[in-house]
């Protein structure tokens, strides 16, 4: 992911991460609540092996795209991103993603030339519609950019204060009158997110941390800032007897027992695997939890791997 903007006046909050003696990620701890043996082979072992597929490289094509379109919108006008070749840009990001991609692979392709053109034109449907309804989504009065990929580093909570909590967010935009800062998460999906992904807590624990986190980081009032996520649309139903929309917009509750119980969560993820100097804890037993189903083995990169992962250790959920 390419580094984005930020406004000036935020710059002052940054943090060095080098600096720093332990990070964590919302990745790491969404791992770690879902499988605690899966975050101990890749973040202690260092066994997972480096992933790629279509879907993560036209996610990040396909958010550049976006996130060069608003910085432009806010920090020149509408004309100027309106008259941004965004088709031109979607297929460079998405050629430019795809040769890195291939080449951290080892030079193995994982797609072929009609999947690509396939995803590049889902995306440039998206672009189209939401170009048509921008104003919808982001209105260019009343209100200014904060930041793309703002960066997030730290301490992820008060009781080990080497910890730091490390992440980027896709867009900040804040508005002038009421002073409320919305932080948004784009996520790309085939069709959107169905009932049991909106309700999904450990799904909204992403944009309730980062909100917890952006308000201890900015100095911000929590009570001012509001989260989504907006989930864009490769495929719409067709012939269907309902309006079809290319974006979803899910707004998690965040309140402040939502984002008290969520902390509460980190602070037990980082007292069972760190140390008070931010060592990873080597010598806890992490258990294997498959879920139920074993859903969490799944697209789990240890499915087959018994002798890191043996089948009888895995702990099913009836």
Known sequence: MKSGYINPIYKLSLSDPKTVP????????????????????????????????????????FHETLQEYLTVLYTQSVKAANDLDLDKMLLDNMQSEYISAVESNGGEHFSTPGELKEFTLDGIAILDWFIKRR???????????????VELCTPASDKNPSVYWYGFLDIVIRNTKTNRVVIIDIKTSRMGWNKYQKADKLKAAQLVLYK???????????????????VVKRKIQAESMFP??????????????????????????IESCFDTSGNR??????????????????????KTDYENCPKEGRIREE
């Open 22 to 61: 332990a990070k964590i990620s919302y990745s790491q701890f969404s791992m770690h609540e879902k499988c605690p043996k899966q975050w101990e082979l890749s973040y202690i072992k260092k066994l997972a092996p480096y992933t790629q597929n279509i879907n993560t490289v036209f996610g990040t094509a």
């Open 135 to 149: 104003s919808k989504y982001f209105s260019a009065k009343d209100w200014e950019l904060v930041g793309i990929e």
């Open 212 to 230: 917890q986190y952006y308000s201890k980081q900015f100095g911000f009032p929590l009570e001012n800032i509001d989260i989504e996520f907006m």
């Open 244 to 269: 079809q929309y290319r974006i979803q917009q899910i707004k998690p509750a965040s309140g402040k027992v939502t984002v008290n119980r969520a902390q509460k969560q980190v602070e037990k993820f």
């Open 281 to 302: 804890i080597e010598t806890r037993n992490y258990l294997a939890i498959a879920g139920k189903g074993a859903k969490h083995c799944k697209y789990c990169p240890f």
